[in-house]
Protein backbone atom coordinates (compact mmCIF):
# COMPACT_ATOMS: atom_id res chain seq x y z
CA UNK A 1 0.00 0.00 0.00
CA UNK A 2 1.55 3.55 -0.59
CA UNK A 3 1.85 6.10 2.02
CA UNK A 4 -0.79 8.49 -0.07
CA UNK A 5 -3.53 5.56 0.24
CA UNK A 6 -3.93 5.98 3.76
CA UNK A 7 -4.60 9.44 6.02
CA UNK A 8 -2.97 10.33 9.33
CA UNK A 9 -5.72 11.78 10.31
CA UNK A 10 -8.17 8.39 10.52
CA UNK A 11 -10.78 10.25 8.52
CA UNK A 12 -12.40 9.74 5.34
CA UNK A 13 -14.13 12.17 3.25
CA UNK A 14 -16.31 9.20 1.81
CA UNK A 15 -17.20 7.20 5.17
CA UNK A 16 -20.16 6.29 6.46
CA UNK A 17 -19.17 7.49 10.24
CA UNK A 18 -18.50 11.13 9.68
CA UNK A 19 -21.43 11.68 11.61
CA UNK A 20 -20.70 9.64 14.31
CA UNK A 21 -16.89 10.71 14.77
CA UNK A 22 -18.19 14.47 14.28
CA UNK A 23 -20.98 13.72 16.83
CA UNK A 24 -18.60 12.08 19.36
CA UNK A 25 -15.62 14.76 19.32
CA UNK A 26 -18.20 17.62 19.52
CA UNK A 27 -19.64 16.33 22.72
CA UNK A 28 -16.38 15.65 24.50
CA UNK A 29 -15.61 19.23 23.71
CA UNK A 30 -18.67 20.15 25.00
CA UNK A 31 -19.19 18.32 28.19
CA UNK A 32 -15.85 19.95 29.44
CA UNK A 33 -15.76 23.43 28.12
CA UNK A 34 -17.88 25.91 30.62
CA UNK A 35 -19.23 28.45 28.01
CA UNK A 36 -20.68 28.31 24.16
CA UNK A 37 -19.14 26.32 21.26
CA UNK A 38 -20.89 28.43 18.92
CA UNK A 39 -18.52 31.43 20.41
CA UNK A 40 -15.22 29.59 20.87
CA UNK A 41 -12.07 30.27 18.45
CA UNK A 42 -10.63 26.56 17.94
CA UNK A 43 -6.51 26.07 17.42
CA UNK A 44 -6.11 22.66 16.12
CA UNK A 45 -2.10 22.41 16.36
CA UNK A 46 -1.07 19.62 14.21
CA UNK A 47 -4.64 20.37 11.94
CA UNK A 48 -2.49 18.57 8.83
CA UNK A 49 -4.74 18.99 5.54
CA UNK A 50 -7.77 20.17 7.69
CA UNK A 51 -9.61 17.36 7.90
CA UNK A 52 -11.05 17.89 11.67
CA UNK A 53 -11.62 21.63 10.66
CA UNK A 54 -13.47 20.33 7.87
CA UNK A 55 -15.95 18.33 9.99
CA UNK A 56 -16.50 20.07 12.92
CA UNK A 57 -16.11 24.30 12.39
CA UNK A 58 -19.42 25.12 11.52
CA UNK A 59 -19.95 24.32 15.28
CA UNK A 60 -17.53 27.14 16.62
CA UNK A 61 -16.91 30.49 15.59
CA UNK A 62 -13.65 30.07 14.59
CA UNK A 63 -11.52 26.77 13.79
CA UNK A 64 -7.45 28.33 13.05
CA UNK A 65 -5.19 24.85 12.08
CA UNK A 66 -1.88 25.19 12.51
CA UNK A 67 0.58 22.61 11.33
CA UNK A 68 4.56 22.13 11.30
CA UNK A 69 4.82 21.54 7.44
CA UNK A 70 4.15 24.18 4.65
CA UNK A 71 2.90 21.55 2.26
CA UNK A 72 0.13 20.66 4.51
CA UNK A 73 -0.67 24.27 5.06
CA UNK A 74 -1.02 24.82 1.19
CA UNK A 75 -3.11 21.20 0.50
CA UNK A 76 -5.04 22.79 3.81
CA UNK A 77 -6.00 25.73 1.94
CA UNK A 78 -6.28 24.44 -1.39
CA UNK A 79 -8.90 22.32 0.42
CA UNK A 80 -10.87 25.07 1.45
CA UNK A 81 -11.48 26.12 -1.87
CA UNK A 82 -12.61 22.96 -3.15
CA UNK A 83 -14.73 22.59 -0.22
CA UNK A 84 -16.08 26.12 -0.97
CA UNK A 85 -16.93 25.25 -4.21
CA UNK A 86 -18.57 21.60 -2.74
CA UNK A 87 -20.96 23.62 -0.66
CA UNK A 88 -22.10 25.93 -3.45
CA UNK A 89 -23.13 22.76 -5.34
CA UNK A 90 -25.43 21.38 -2.05
CA UNK A 91 -22.07 18.61 -1.65
CA UNK A 92 -21.07 18.12 1.74
CA UNK A 93 -19.01 15.82 3.73
CA UNK A 94 -20.94 11.95 2.97
CA UNK A 95 -23.20 11.52 5.79
CA UNK A 96 -22.81 15.41 7.10
CA UNK A 97 -25.44 18.66 6.01
CA UNK A 98 -25.08 21.95 6.77
CA UNK A 99 -25.26 25.31 5.86
CA UNK A 100 -22.86 27.28 7.49
CA UNK A 101 -20.32 28.70 4.98
CA UNK A 102 -16.96 28.49 4.73
CA UNK A 103 -15.67 31.65 6.18
CA UNK A 104 -14.34 30.92 9.98
CA UNK A 105 -11.28 28.57 8.95
CA UNK A 106 -7.53 29.65 8.83
CA UNK A 107 -4.78 27.95 8.20
CA UNK A 108 -1.05 29.19 9.36
CA UNK A 109 2.20 27.40 9.00
CA UNK A 110 4.19 27.28 13.09
CA UNK A 111 4.89 24.50 15.66
CA UNK A 112 3.64 23.57 18.86
CA UNK A 113 6.73 24.82 20.55
CA UNK A 114 6.56 27.98 19.04
CA UNK A 115 2.67 29.15 17.93
CA UNK A 116 2.22 32.05 15.80
CA UNK A 117 -0.73 33.51 17.66
CA UNK A 118 -0.99 36.27 20.63
CA UNK A 119 -1.34 35.51 24.07
CA UNK A 120 -5.11 33.90 25.62
CA UNK A 121 -6.50 34.05 22.33
CA UNK A 122 -7.76 30.48 22.37
CA UNK A 123 -10.67 29.46 24.25
CA UNK A 124 -10.02 25.94 23.33
CA UNK A 125 -7.15 23.93 22.02
CA UNK A 126 -7.41 20.33 20.28
CA UNK A 127 -4.47 17.82 19.60
CA UNK A 128 -5.79 15.49 17.19
CA UNK A 129 -3.57 12.57 16.82
CA UNK A 130 -0.50 14.33 17.19
CA UNK A 131 0.97 14.90 20.38
CA UNK A 132 2.92 11.65 20.46
CA UNK A 133 4.85 13.63 17.53
CA UNK A 134 5.98 16.81 19.58
CA UNK A 135 9.86 16.54 20.42
CA UNK A 136 9.57 19.21 23.24
CA UNK A 137 6.28 18.50 25.21
CA UNK A 138 7.48 20.57 28.27
CA UNK A 139 7.63 23.95 25.31
CA UNK A 140 4.22 23.09 24.02
CA UNK A 141 2.07 22.81 27.16
CA UNK A 142 4.28 26.46 28.26
CA UNK A 143 2.69 27.56 24.37
CA UNK A 144 -0.73 26.35 25.32
CA UNK A 145 -0.70 27.79 28.79
CA UNK A 146 0.47 31.41 27.08
CA UNK A 147 -2.25 30.86 23.87
CA UNK A 148 -5.22 29.70 26.21
CA UNK A 149 -7.37 31.75 27.97
CA UNK A 150 -8.26 31.45 31.60
CA UNK A 151 -10.69 28.61 31.97
CA UNK A 152 -9.92 27.46 28.52
CA UNK A 153 -10.06 23.95 27.35
CA UNK A 154 -7.70 21.58 25.98
CA UNK A 155 -8.32 18.50 24.39
CA UNK A 156 -6.03 15.74 23.22
CA UNK A 157 -7.21 12.62 21.45
CA UNK A 158 -4.35 9.79 20.79
CA UNK A 159 -4.29 6.82 18.84
CA UNK A 160 -4.98 3.43 20.51
CA UNK A 161 -1.81 1.39 21.84
CA UNK A 162 -3.11 -1.78 20.22
CA UNK A 163 -1.92 -3.11 17.03
CA UNK A 164 -5.38 -3.89 15.08
CA UNK A 165 -7.59 -1.03 13.17
CA UNK A 166 -4.52 1.40 11.81
CA UNK A 167 -4.78 2.31 8.57
CA UNK A 168 -1.43 2.52 8.55
CA UNK A 169 -0.48 -0.79 7.51
CA UNK A 170 2.88 -0.89 9.36
CA UNK A 171 1.04 -0.90 12.23
CA UNK A 172 -1.56 -3.03 11.50
CA UNK A 173 -1.13 -6.95 13.11
CA UNK A 174 -4.49 -7.81 10.22
CA UNK A 175 -2.61 -6.61 7.77
CA UNK A 176 0.04 -9.66 8.06
CA UNK A 177 1.79 -8.46 4.11
CA UNK A 178 2.80 -5.09 5.70
CA UNK A 179 2.82 -5.19 9.48
CA UNK A 180 6.47 -3.98 10.63
CA UNK A 181 6.78 -5.60 14.06
CA UNK A 182 9.83 -2.93 14.49
CA UNK A 183 8.17 0.16 13.47
CA UNK A 184 5.30 -0.75 15.52
CA UNK A 185 6.90 -0.93 18.76
CA UNK A 186 8.86 2.13 17.64
CA UNK A 187 5.42 3.87 17.91
CA UNK A 188 4.02 2.12 20.56
CA UNK A 189 6.79 3.11 22.96
CA UNK A 190 6.42 6.80 21.62
CA UNK A 191 2.57 6.54 22.15
CA UNK A 192 3.59 5.34 26.19
CA UNK A 193 6.11 8.00 26.69
CA UNK A 194 3.15 10.67 25.26
CA UNK A 195 0.66 9.18 27.81
CA UNK A 196 3.01 9.00 30.69
CA UNK A 197 3.73 12.76 29.87
CA UNK A 198 0.16 13.48 29.74
CA UNK A 199 -0.49 11.64 32.74
CA UNK A 200 2.14 13.66 34.73
CA UNK A 201 0.81 17.31 33.55
CA UNK A 202 0.13 19.89 36.95
CA UNK A 203 0.23 23.15 34.90
CA UNK A 204 -3.96 22.64 34.04
CA UNK A 205 -6.58 20.65 35.88
CA UNK A 206 -7.36 17.59 34.46
CA UNK A 207 -11.13 16.83 33.88
CA UNK A 208 -11.13 13.43 32.85
CA UNK A 209 -8.89 10.96 30.57
CA UNK A 210 -11.20 8.65 28.43
CA UNK A 211 -10.01 5.21 27.27
CA UNK A 212 -12.36 4.39 24.36
CA UNK A 213 -11.71 1.25 21.72
CA UNK A 214 -9.18 3.22 18.71
CA UNK A 215 -8.55 6.39 21.53
CA UNK A 216 -7.55 7.71 24.43
CA UNK A 217 -9.13 11.54 24.95
CA UNK A 218 -7.74 14.41 27.34
CA UNK A 219 -9.51 17.08 28.32
CA UNK A 220 -7.63 19.85 30.57
CA UNK A 221 -8.67 23.31 31.97
CA UNK A 222 -6.40 25.92 32.28
CA UNK A 223 -6.99 27.61 35.76
CA UNK A 224 -8.77 31.05 35.84
Not at 2 to 14: L, M, Q, V
Request: hydrophobic residues 35%; glycine residues 6%.
Amino acid sequence: MKRNEYSSKHINYESENNAKYRESNYQFIKKHYSGKPSSAKVLDIGCGDGRLAYLLYDLFEEWHGLDSSAVQIKQAKLARLNYRMRIRKGKDIPGISREAPVRRIFFKEGTAEKVPHADGKFDIIVYFVTWHFIKNPEKAVEEVLRVLRNGGLLVIIEPSQESEGWINPRFNISDQENFDSRFWNQKLQTLKNAERFLDGITSLKRMEKLKKKGATLWAFIKPE
